[in-house]
């Protein structure tokens, strides 16, 4: 009997121990491999904008611009200020499920944080100023709304989540600026999705500290023109710092984007 009692037991264990390893590794199709792993769920509101083409939501405070050449698509939404964080969220991934409402659906989608939700201080925040701060309050594209909830509801409560950003491919720069001054914006970023801090390296130049500039865009006031262009970048998120090495070849151009060959994980 205490033979029995002891595989029983064991059996349980190992149940347990196999449901915990497949939710970290399957929940919404991120691996467990990521060095950023998912956050506990918490609660919030959502709503949508745009219609659904999504059109509305190309552009944005993050700066990612069309979001379909971008890679984002439409599964995107604007964070409130309490979460968009200055910019510095932008990138992240957030899974939302719609909850207690008769307008839910049970799918859970993961969404691209793009824009920013700005206040509306002529609302209240319980009846129109969704974002208005401390609200923690996701404004979803459309399409990316109507795979959780009924567009018709308006306003849902939800629970959402941080997970990490699984990405094909390296970290892409895109150039602005001119040959005095580089802005550049990240996306197709991994991991935690989002960025602390930058440097940019010439090959007649040391690593150069380039400064947050809005978005998910940082900047170098320096001559770069005409040198093969390396960056350093740390994650806002995981601390953790990756070097991509000759992203751009010497003959780089402003309105061009680069690929490097390394990602967070």
């Not at 609200?135 to 989540?161: C, L």
């Not at 262009?229 to 601390?239: A, P, Q």
Request: hydrophobic share 40%.
């Amino acid at each position: 009997m205490a033979s029995f009692h002891h595989r029983w037991s064991f059996t349980i264990f190992l149940i347990v121990v196999t449901l915990a390893l497949i939710d970290r590794a399957i929940a919404g199709g991120y691996a467990a491999s990521s060095g950023f792993k998912a956050t506990p769920w918490k609660l919030a509101h959502a709503t949508f904008y745009g219609d659904e083409t999504a059109s509305a939501t190309m552009g944005g405070a993050c700066g990612y611009g069309n979001l379909f050449n971008s890679g984002y698509g439409t599964d995107t939404a604007a964070l409130s200020s309490a979460l968009y964080n200055n910019g510095y969220a932008c990138g992240q991934c957030y899974q939302i499920k719609c909850m207690q409402s008769k307008f839910c659906y049970s799918t859970i989608v993961t969404v691209t944080a793009t824009n920013l939700c700005p206040p509306n201080w002529s609302q209240d925040s319980n009846a129109g100023g969704w974002c208005n701060p401390p609200r923690t309050h996701f404004d979803m594209a459309k399409p990316a709304f109507m795979k959780i909830a009924q567009w018709k509801a308006g306003i849902v409560p939800i629970s959402y989540r941080r997970v990490p950003c699984v990405k094909k491919g390296g970290i892409k720069f895109s150039f602005q600026g001119n040959g005095y001054w580089l802005l550049v914006y990240l996306m197709n970023v991994g991991g935690g999705g989002d960025i602390a801090s930058m440097w940019v390296k010439g090959t007649k130049t040391n690593w150069l500290s380039m400064s947050h500039n809005w978005g998910a865009s940082y900047q170098a006031f320096a001559t770069l023109s005409g040198q093969t262009l390396s960056f350093k970048l740390t994650s806002y998120t995981s601390h953790e710092t990756i070097i991509a090495t000759n992203v751009a070849p010497s003959n780089w151009q402003v309105g061009m984007t680069y690929q490097a060959n390394v990602n967070f994980k």
